[in-house]
């Protein structure tokens, strides 16, 4: 059984946004919260989705791998998130891969319980379909864009994401690897360097992990613009 710290977490999530707290209780009478002392994979592609995982600390990351045996990152999974609820009510298979960094404390809820719920309520099963569909549509989105985005606008909406200022100068901490960050989002750790070279010409630079932005404006200027090469 989760305590009650725990428990206060799990309840925020989308899944859960707006129910009953005996209803919610109900659900993860079962659920186990665990720790990871290393590096661990949590799942792999084509794995029963029999349940799904709320981060209560650390991060986890979603990845698949391409036709060359190479790990491109869908998404990071920090506190607070969680993960894997769409393959539960849809093919019933994971369709990607997640590992978890050391540290990391997750929830394990499993599935029978809610989809035994979601058969006897309609209107309960259309709430969390309408949870289900908006995270979908932003991943679809996320994905779209990267299509349309050089690796430079790739880059710079990456560090826009981080920074937490709308205007002016500001510095980020990029909290991952450069390979991890290349990953993410999907170029090559050596697209990733010249990326990060062709930034130089609207004021972004980087020492290590933390990256100034000169002017937020003018980088979200270069963002956007489609005329730029891919």
Do not use: N, W
Request: one cysteine or more; hydrophobic letters at 45%.
């Amino acid at each position: 059984m989760l305590g009650e710290t725990d428990l206060d977490v799990v309840r925020r999530v989308p899944l859960f946004e707006g129910l009953e707290p005996d209803l919610v209780r109900t659900f993860v009478a079962e659920a186990r919260a665990t720790t990871f002392e290393a590096r661990t994979l949590l799942f792999s592609q084509g794995d029963p989705a029999d349940a799904f995982f709320v981060v209560l600390a650390g991060r986890v990351r979603l990845f698949v791998l391409t036709a060359e045996g190479r790990e491109s990152v869908i998404e990071f999974v920090d506190p607070g998130q969680s993960f894997a609820e769409a393959a539960m009510f849809g093919s019933g298979r994971l369709p990607v891969y997640a590992d978890v960094t050391a540290g990391t404390r997750l929830v394990r809820i499993p599935a029978p319980p809610i989809l035994a719920g979601v058969t006897r309520d309609a209107a309960l099963a259309r709430k969390m379909l309408d949870s289900l569909a908006r995270r979908q549509r932003r991943l679809i989105g996320r994905i779209g864009d990267l299509k349309l985005r050089s690796p430079g606008q790739r880059l710079a909406a990456a560090l826009l994401a981080l920074s937490t200022v709308d205007f002016g100068t500001a510095t980020v901490h990029l909290g991952m690897t450069k390979a991890g960050l290349a990953s993410h989002i999907g170029i090559t750790p050596e697209s990733l360097s010249r990326a990060m070279a062709r930034l130089r010409s609207v004021g972004v630079t980087c020492r290590g992990h933390e990256v100034t932005i000169a002017d937020v404006s003018v980088l979200r200027h270069y963002c956007e613009d489609r005329g730029l090469e891919a």
